[in-house]
């Protein structure tokens, strides 16, 4: 099983919708989650990181089930320039040094 | 506001040359890393690196890789005798401290082996 899995998607979505991504984390003992942002043959960028009560960030939504092993993300009011892919982390395992990536979830906004 | 800076933006190799990638991470962190990411594939984790040593590997960072800190500000990936598979984008992070915080990313070195 992938430590981070994610729907690699694309999700094409017109603007002003709603779109959700799901992420799922086979270590139990991760301790930390965030959601980064990465545009075409750029570094990735924090979006948001995701607490245990769930927490907001203007249109974005993140929110954790630790019992599931899953992460979610969700934007409202889709924007053009909303379109990337998103990356699912996770880190802070007892022991290990490293932060690890999903694959991605690339999102298009359409016109 | 405080940034990661890598150099090259880009290099071009021939196979079997040694390459040597330059970062100067954020000045008051403390965990340095390196992932690459090869086109169209995910960020993979390389190594990390805090108090001058080593945290962890991964199966990718084998022999032919190191990493150095030589001063104070920069740290290093030196590739000893580069392969056609290891064409990739090399991105440098750090963080503040612990593995919990944000990662900052610098905006990556284009390695390109002919």
């Known amino acids: 099983r992938k430590e981070v899995e994610q729907d690699p998607g694309p999700f094409n979505v017109p603007e002003g919708a709603t779109v959700a991504f799901n992420c799922t984390y086979s270590n139990s003992a991760s301790q930390s989650f965030f959601w980064y942002r990465q545009d075409c043959r750029k570094e990735p960028k924090l979006l948001m990181s995701?607490?245990?009560s769930g927490n907001e960030d203007g249109r974005f939504t993140a929110q954790l089930n630790r019992a599931s092993q899953y992460i979610s993300l969700l934007i409202r009011d889709s924007k053009l320039s909303d379109s990337a892919t998103y990356l699912c982390v996770t880190s802070g395992t007892s022991g290990t040094y490293k932060y690890i990536f999903g694959t991605g979830t690339r999102l298009k906004v359409l016109a | 506001e405080p940034e990661v800076t890598q150099t090259p933006s880009h290099q071009v190799t021939q196979m079997g040359q040694e390459v040597i990638l330059r970062c100067v991470p954020i000045?008051?962190?403390?965990?340095f890393y390196w992932y690459r990411q090869i086109l169209g594939q995910k960020v993979e984790f390389l190594v990390s690196f805090y108090n001058n040593e080593i945290s962890e590997k991964s199966e990718i960072f084998d022999d032919q890789f190191s990493v150095e800190r030589p001063d104070g500000s920069n740290f290093t990936l030196k590739i000893r005798s580069t392969k056609l598979e290891d064409s990739a984008m090399y991105f440098c992070a750090s963080s503040v401290g612990g593995h919990t915080g944000e990662l900052f990313f610098g905006e990556g070195s284009r390695l390109t082996v002919l």
């Open positions: 995701v607490y245990s």
């Open positions: 000045s008051n962190h403390l965990y």
